[in-house]
């Protein structure tokens, strides 16, 4: 063979050659979805599901502006520290025993604790006249559009209570709660009691207690308006109760009827609220406003710590 076609086949065979690592490099590069800004040195560096160096990472596209924040546990809290809670009446005792526990460890801390109702303590919170919110409902999307947040801090049961003094000794179901409740039965003979009318004391409509009783309980139906219901106006459980005496019916949050001496519960379904399979179970939450104050982020943090989630179930014994 002569060199000159030696050499024609050299060069043929390296430029097959070339081709063929070419190929094998782009392939490389697909198949493993490499960047070549990352070797030239130009071009966006990050894929789409790792931040910028000392940029925060983005909000997924699937999560909310409102969805609650794990607050760190304290670990020191300034001397003169002032926290404002307003809210829902069936978080009386919760209140207070976090207020009592908090302002322990962290002396020189105030904790003032107010109980208008879970609409009362929104709207204050809204407005900026709370810091925190006690609230026995979820947030509705106008609330949530404020800006607000609602951090859930433990579960509650809605009890049906009687006085302890009325002869109806039985349980009732969760169609007779509801026919109770919107009127369809007024008398306790209908459930097989001794004859008399049934009287209803209903919570006002700001109550949270109402409002998660219409949920659960009557799911999301209407109460009834028959001449045997009575609205009471303010959400005042103690009230509530006193109002029972040998023939009335109402609800109330079972932390804080477990105790009382003056009325019983009643079962639901063959279920009393201890049980793990009550129906009428509901979270209960603190509400704050975003972005949290520091005072906002200090208290529940504390409140969703072991030593807070202490103090609530010692509060709800």
């Known amino acids: 063979m002569s060199q000159k076609n030696e050499t024609g086949t050299l060069i043929l065979a390296l430029l097959i050659t070339a081709a063929l690592l070419a190929g094998g490099f782009w392939w490389f590069t697909r198949k493993s979805g490499l960047n070549l800004g990352t070797l030239t040195g130009g071009g966006n560096t990050n894929t789409p599901n790792q931040p910028q160096t000392g940029q925060s990472p983005a909000i997924p596209a699937n999560s909310s502006p409102t969805a609650p924040t794990a607050f760190a546990p304290p670990t020191s809290v300034p001397n003169g520290t002032i926290i404002r809670v307003e809210g829902s009446t069936s978080m009386v005792q919760i209140n207070q025993a976090l207020k009592t526990a908090f302002q322990k460890q962290f002396p020189g801390t105030t904790v003032n604790t107010q109980a208008g109702g879970t609409d009362i303590g929104i709207q204050a919170v809204s407005a900026g ?77 700001f109550s949270g207690t109402h409002q998660g009783f219409q949920e659960l309980v009557l799911r999301g139906g209407n109460f009834g308006s028959s001449p045997n219901i009575t609205t009471w106006p303010k959400d005042e459980t103690t009230a ?5 005496r040998t023939d009335g019916i109402s609800y109330a949050t079972y932390a804080q009827v477990a105790n009382q001496q003056t009325v019983r519960t009643v079962a639901v379904d063959g279920l009393t609220p201890e049980a793990a399979s009550y129906p009428y179970q509901r979270s209960l939450y603190y509400v704050y406003k975003q972005p949290p104050s520091p005072q906002v982020q200090a208290f529940l943090g504390y409140a969703t710590s072991p030593p807070g989630q202490q103090a609530i179930l010692n509060a709800n014994k």
């Open 129 to 205: 006249n709370a810091d925190i919110a006690a609230s026995s409902r979820p947030l509705t999307p106008q609330e949530q559009a404020q800006g607000l947040v609602a951090l859930p801090v433990t579960k509650d049961a809605i009890a049906i209570v009687v006085g302890n003094q009325n002869p109806f000794r039985k349980g009732l179901t969760q169609a007779q709660v509801v026919d109770i409740f919107q009127g369809k039965i007024t008398n306790w003979a209908q459930v097989g009691g001794q004859g008399g009318t049934i009287r209803v004391i209903n919570r006002p409509a």
């Open 240 to 244: 509530v109760l006193q109002q029972l």
